[in-house]
Protein backbone atom coordinates (compact mmCIF):
# COMPACT_ATOMS: atom_id res chain seq x y z
CA UNK A 1 0.00 0.00 0.00
CA UNK A 2 2.71 2.57 1.11
CA UNK A 3 4.82 1.63 -1.91
CA UNK A 4 1.81 2.74 -4.31
CA UNK A 5 0.81 5.55 -2.68
CA UNK A 6 4.49 6.34 -3.36
CA UNK A 7 4.67 6.13 -6.91
CA UNK A 8 1.29 8.17 -7.50
CA UNK A 9 3.50 11.15 -5.58
CA UNK A 10 6.24 10.62 -7.86
CA UNK A 11 4.04 10.42 -11.01
CA UNK A 12 1.42 13.26 -9.92
CA UNK A 13 5.43 15.80 -8.88
CA UNK A 14 7.03 14.63 -12.47
CA UNK A 15 3.26 15.55 -14.54
CA UNK A 16 3.76 18.57 -12.24
CA UNK A 17 7.25 19.14 -12.98
CA UNK A 18 6.90 18.60 -16.99
CA UNK A 19 3.81 20.81 -16.98
CA UNK A 20 5.45 24.14 -15.31
CA UNK A 21 8.68 23.18 -17.90
CA UNK A 22 6.25 23.31 -20.83
CA UNK A 23 5.21 26.72 -20.67
CA UNK A 24 8.88 27.57 -20.33
CA UNK A 25 10.00 26.13 -23.89
CA UNK A 26 7.30 28.39 -25.88
CA UNK A 27 8.82 31.13 -27.20
CA UNK A 28 8.35 34.78 -25.45
CA UNK A 29 5.87 36.86 -26.93
CA UNK A 30 5.35 39.46 -23.58
CA UNK A 31 4.84 43.02 -24.88
CA UNK A 32 5.14 41.59 -28.74
CA UNK A 33 2.59 43.29 -31.36
CA UNK A 34 1.10 41.62 -34.31
CA UNK A 35 -0.98 42.47 -36.80
CA UNK A 36 -3.35 40.92 -39.32
CA UNK A 37 -6.19 40.66 -42.04
CA UNK A 38 -9.02 38.31 -41.87
CA UNK A 39 -11.99 37.30 -43.55
CA UNK A 40 -15.40 35.68 -42.19
CA UNK A 41 -19.05 34.71 -42.30
CA UNK A 42 -21.87 36.88 -40.18
CA UNK A 43 -24.80 33.97 -39.57
CA UNK A 44 -27.26 37.10 -38.87
CA UNK A 45 -26.65 39.22 -41.35
CA UNK A 46 -25.68 36.54 -43.87
CA UNK A 47 -23.12 37.34 -45.43
CA UNK A 48 -18.94 37.30 -45.56
CA UNK A 49 -16.84 40.51 -44.31
CA UNK A 50 -13.23 41.03 -43.79
CA UNK A 51 -11.15 42.99 -41.75
CA UNK A 52 -7.90 43.88 -39.77
CA UNK A 53 -7.25 43.20 -36.04
CA UNK A 54 -4.16 44.34 -33.76
CA UNK A 55 -2.50 41.44 -30.99
CA UNK A 56 -1.26 42.30 -28.18
CA UNK A 57 0.54 40.08 -25.76
CA UNK A 58 0.33 41.54 -22.35
CA UNK A 59 1.77 38.44 -21.18
CA UNK A 60 2.92 35.10 -22.84
CA UNK A 61 -0.48 33.66 -22.51
CA UNK A 62 -2.81 36.82 -22.17
CA UNK A 63 -3.56 39.01 -25.45
CA UNK A 64 -5.76 41.79 -26.34
CA UNK A 65 -7.08 41.78 -29.54
CA UNK A 66 -9.37 44.78 -31.39
CA UNK A 67 -10.64 44.14 -34.60
CA UNK A 68 -12.62 45.91 -37.07
CA UNK A 69 -14.98 43.89 -39.47
CA UNK A 70 -16.68 45.53 -42.15
CA UNK A 71 -19.68 43.22 -43.98
CA UNK A 72 -20.43 43.27 -47.50
CA UNK A 73 -23.80 45.26 -48.19
CA UNK A 74 -26.81 43.28 -49.90
CA UNK A 75 -30.07 44.18 -50.76
CA UNK A 76 -29.87 47.54 -48.77
CA UNK A 77 -28.53 46.32 -45.99
CA UNK A 78 -24.78 46.31 -44.30
CA UNK A 79 -23.22 46.21 -40.78
CA UNK A 80 -19.98 47.08 -39.44
CA UNK A 81 -18.44 45.97 -36.14
CA UNK A 82 -15.73 47.44 -33.67
CA UNK A 83 -13.92 43.93 -31.28
CA UNK A 84 -12.27 44.51 -28.34
CA UNK A 85 -11.29 40.78 -27.56
CA UNK A 86 -8.99 39.00 -24.53
CA UNK A 87 -7.68 35.70 -25.40
CA UNK A 88 -5.89 33.06 -23.02
CA UNK A 89 -3.50 31.16 -24.64
CA UNK A 90 -3.19 27.61 -23.81
CA UNK A 91 -0.51 25.53 -26.20
CA UNK A 92 -0.86 22.66 -27.07
CA UNK A 93 2.42 22.11 -29.43
CA UNK A 94 5.52 24.20 -30.33
CA UNK A 95 3.83 26.32 -32.96
CA UNK A 96 -0.06 25.70 -32.20
CA UNK A 97 -2.30 27.13 -29.71
CA UNK A 98 -5.78 27.12 -28.82
CA UNK A 99 -7.60 30.18 -26.38
CA UNK A 100 -11.03 30.75 -25.32
CA UNK A 101 -12.05 34.22 -25.82
CA UNK A 102 -14.17 36.88 -24.67
CA UNK A 103 -15.42 40.72 -25.23
CA UNK A 104 -17.36 43.50 -26.35
CA UNK A 105 -18.04 45.23 -28.97
CA UNK A 106 -19.48 48.09 -30.74
CA UNK A 107 -21.79 47.10 -34.18
CA UNK A 108 -23.63 49.44 -36.88
CA UNK A 109 -26.38 48.35 -38.68
CA UNK A 110 -27.83 50.54 -41.68
CA UNK A 111 -30.61 49.85 -43.84
CA UNK A 112 -30.94 51.86 -46.80
CA UNK A 113 -34.24 51.51 -48.51
CA UNK A 114 -33.57 53.18 -52.01
CA UNK A 115 -30.65 50.64 -52.35
CA UNK A 116 -33.18 47.64 -51.50
CA UNK A 117 -34.99 49.39 -54.28
CA UNK A 118 -37.93 49.70 -51.27
CA UNK A 119 -39.48 53.32 -51.88
CA UNK A 120 -41.81 53.57 -49.35
CA UNK A 121 -39.46 52.09 -46.91
CA UNK A 122 -37.26 54.38 -44.39
CA UNK A 123 -33.83 54.91 -43.87
CA UNK A 124 -32.37 53.51 -40.29
CA UNK A 125 -29.26 53.45 -38.67
CA UNK A 126 -28.72 50.95 -35.14
CA UNK A 127 -25.93 51.22 -33.40
CA UNK A 128 -25.47 48.47 -30.93
CA UNK A 129 -23.35 47.66 -28.02
CA UNK A 130 -22.77 43.96 -27.03
CA UNK A 131 -20.53 40.82 -26.03
CA UNK A 132 -18.55 38.18 -27.44
CA UNK A 133 -17.70 34.41 -26.49
CA UNK A 134 -16.28 32.05 -28.30
CA UNK A 135 -13.10 29.96 -29.16
CA UNK A 136 -9.66 29.92 -31.31
CA UNK A 137 -7.13 28.64 -32.88
CA UNK A 138 -3.70 29.58 -33.93
CA UNK A 139 -0.83 28.21 -35.78
CA UNK A 140 2.75 29.82 -36.30
CA UNK A 141 2.83 28.66 -39.80
CA UNK A 142 6.41 30.50 -40.92
CA UNK A 143 8.89 32.97 -39.77
CA UNK A 144 6.41 35.70 -37.78
CA UNK A 145 3.50 34.46 -39.66
CA UNK A 146 0.60 32.96 -37.87
CA UNK A 147 -3.07 32.07 -39.24
CA UNK A 148 -5.83 31.94 -36.81
CA UNK A 149 -9.39 30.57 -36.66
CA UNK A 150 -12.20 32.08 -34.51
CA UNK A 151 -15.67 30.66 -33.96
CA UNK A 152 -17.46 32.91 -31.65
CA UNK A 153 -21.00 34.10 -30.85
CA UNK A 154 -21.56 37.72 -30.52
CA UNK A 155 -24.66 39.20 -27.87
CA UNK A 156 -26.09 41.79 -29.75
CA UNK A 157 -29.60 43.14 -29.24
CA UNK A 158 -31.81 42.03 -32.01
CA UNK A 159 -28.96 41.15 -34.19
CA UNK A 160 -27.51 37.80 -31.92
CA UNK A 161 -25.09 36.12 -34.55
CA UNK A 162 -22.35 33.65 -34.64
CA UNK A 163 -19.61 34.45 -36.34
CA UNK A 164 -16.69 31.91 -37.97
CA UNK A 165 -13.15 33.76 -39.24
CA UNK A 166 -9.89 32.78 -40.59
CA UNK A 167 -6.94 34.97 -40.79
CA UNK A 168 -3.10 35.70 -41.60
CA UNK A 169 -1.18 38.28 -39.14
CA UNK A 170 2.67 38.77 -38.75
CA UNK A 171 4.12 39.71 -35.19
CA UNK A 172 6.79 41.73 -34.36
Keep these: MKYRLDIQKTVLLGALFMLCSLTG ?3 QFEGTIGI ?12 PGAGVHLHYYQTNNLRFAPSFTRYRAHK ?10 V ?4 PVSYSASLYPLAGVHYSNWRYDAEKAGDPLG ?12 GIGFQDD ?6 ANFELKYQY ?6 VVFTAG ?3 WF
Design 168 to 170: FGF
Design 122 to 133: KDRTRHRLGTSL
Design 76 to 85: GEGMWIMDAD
Design 141 to 146: IGYRLR
Design 87 to 90: HYLL
Design 36 to 47: GVHAGYGAEIQR
Design 156 to 161: IKDYSQ
Design 25 to 27: SYA
